[in-house]
């Protein structure tokens, strides 16, 4: 079932989130399983001794910035109060600095309550300070604050000097909670808006026509002329040496129109990819079939929406949530999964089984060692087996778009521990941060941790292993495979079928399509996206419906 558009047929190979509704306040005080069924996870925590290799600013430029981000957020404030609200609520954070604790970097301490996206908040931060940071100690505790501690230096390897320590706070703060949002975008550029106003009417009858082309490239020239002309209005404001208030006043418009801009830019992305990606004739799902789908057809458990995405009938249940890797989860889990089966839940989405640098267990490091925040592997190997009792399916998360590596090399966080002892070969080259010499991958790179070379065999034949490893000897049934973005989708079918799982669906996750500010109606370019991947992976994997949940449906 279609929720935005009931009576109409659910798009094969996406998972709704129906039965979210129906059982959300049932479980959400008992079971601790705030959020059910296909509900992301809010945040995740970059690796320890990230490192962004970058030239520190002189001293008063540093200053100026500090004033202007601030403003930014006050007019961001003004501008959303629900926003600002949301904002508040996560401060305040204390930052203190030392170069005494350690005689060649400057100590960095972060204390304060927790919020969601955090530690990418704090690395994106320092890169965008240009500071180095060549090691952290990340902490949170029970009560839900965090004690993070960071090595930082300037490019030269020298302490950071204590007279930029003041400056250097306030913009940490100010980047950590400023927004470049907004609900009310300034616009620039008289003739780029006359252009975009002709074509806007007709855009909407062909999306992947010269129409909604020409008009996505008159709004996106519309709001690039509108941030040129903020940028050489700052420009000058600096040549005559203007007061304080004139910048603040330019540095939010341009944030604003830095905003729009991207809003632009996707929007022709999304254009580009509905015409070179045309719907497709309707094919039988053996077409595309591997080994490992051919099986899952003999046993007769195949469906239309895709042979590893099961029978089509299950009721999934998102087993865990942000805070469950705090307690003895497993334990949990293993007294309540009668009343999980009672309810009707024919299988359980559990959280990455491997050791992590992140509790929650999406930065893994050891594959083979799961023995992680959520419990033990002989607590976790009792849970699956009391599941299977039950008639429930074990889903792990697999997380194998990045790993986090146990040592540095040349400084660079690149060679990894454990039974899958790989270096630096196996990491893509995006990232110059982890000195990766794989190959350079047109996904998405995941920048808080070194992301894996698919494209190589051994990679593909090692994370198959393991895989199996998990299906054969621990006990799962099948994969829930994280932040597919990231890799393709080619590589998701060959591990689906190495493995033969009962049931497989990816997390992709895409930004929905907004027009200034405004959920746009018409996201059918957006689920398209999701179905195109389900496709690369043959058909064997189903995703997660994005569409209908983010359009509020």
Request: aromatic fraction near 8%.
């Amino acid at each position: 079932m279609n929720v935005a558009n009931p009576g109409t047929p659910a798009t094969p190979g996406l998972i709704s989130e129906i039965p979210t509704r129906l059982f959300s306040k049932t479980w959400h005080s008992t079971h601790r399983c705030s959020r059910l069924c296909f509900l992301t996870k809010a945040q995740v925590r970059p690796a320890t001794g990230l490192s962004r290799q970058a030239v520190r600013q002189p001293q008063h430029k540093a200053r100026r910035r500090s004033f202007q981000y601030g403003a930014i957020l006050a007019a961001a404030a003004t501008a959303s109060p629900e926003a600002s609200s949301s904002n508040m609520s996560m401060l305040p954070l204390k930052i203190d600095f030392d170069n005494k604790g350690d005689p060649n970097v400057t100590l960095v301490s972060i204390s304060g309550p927790d919020q969601a996206d955090l530690l990418m908040q704090l690395t994106g931060a320092f890169n965008s300070l240009q500071l180095i940071v060549v090691a952290a100690e990340i902490i949170t505790t029970p009560e839900g604050r965090v004690k993070d501690l960071f090595k930082v230096t300037d490019q030269q390897h020298q302490k950071i000097p204590e007279d930029d320590w003041a400056s250097l706070r306030k913009q940490l703060l100010a980047l950590i909670s400023a927004t470049s949002r907004s609900s009310k975008p300034q616009i620039f550029g008289a003739a780029p808006a006359v252009e975009a106003k002709k074509t806007r009417q007709s855009a909407g009858q062909l999306q992947g026509g010269a129409s909604a082309l020409e008009t996505a490239a008159a709004e996106m020239q519309q709001a690039a002329s509108s941030l040129v002309a903020i940028d050489r209005r700052i420009g000058e404001l600096s040549e005559q040496g203007a007061e304080s208030s004139a910048f603040t006043e330019a540095e939010v418009k341009r944030a604003e129109a830095a905003a729009l801009l991207e809003r632009r830019m996707a929007a022709m992305q999304a254009v580009m990819a509905a015409r070179r990606n045309p719907p497709a004739q309707a094919v039988e799902p053996q077409a595309a079939r591997g080994p490992g789908a051919d099986l899952r057809f003999q046993a007769g458990g195949a469906t239309s929406s895709g042979p590893a995405a099961g029978t089509g009938l299950e009721l999934i249940l998102q087993g865990f949530n942000w805070e469950s890797c705090k307690g003895d989860w497993y334990k949990t889990l293993k007294e309540q999964m009668p009343g999980i089966a009672d309810a009707g839940f024919t299988a359980v989405w559990l959280p990455p089984p491997s050791d992590a640098v992140s509790a929650q267990g999406y930065l893994p490091r050891d594959y083979y060692n799961i023995n992680s925040k959520y419990g033990t592997e002989a607590e976790l190997r009792e849970l699956l087996a009391v599941m299977h009792e039950n008639g429930v399916k074990a889903i792990a998360d697999i997380v194998i778009n990045h790993r986090c590596a146990h040592f540095q090399e040349d400084g660079k966080w690149n060679k990894f521990g454990g039974r899958l002892a790989w270096d630096k070969s196996y990491i893509c080259n995006n990232n110059p941060s982890f000195g990766g010499t794989g190959s350079h991958k047109p996904q998405e790179d995941y920048v808080a941790a070194p992301n894996l070379d698919h494209s190589q065999e051994r990679v593909r034949k090692d994370i198959t292993a393991w895989m199996k490893w998990l299906r054969n000897n621990v006990g799962f049934d099948g994969w829930r495979f994280d932040f597919v973005k990231g890799y393709a989708g080619e590589a998701v079918r060959e591990y689906i079928n190495g493995t033969v799982p009962l049931m497989a669906f990816g997390e992709y996750w895409d930004t929905c399509e907004y027009t200034d500010g405004v959920l746009n109606y018409n996201q059918d370019a957006h689920r398209q996206r999701t179905v195109n991947w389900c496709d690369k992976t043959g058909g064997t994997s189903a995703a997660f419906d994005f569409t209908t949940k983010g359009t509020g449906c």
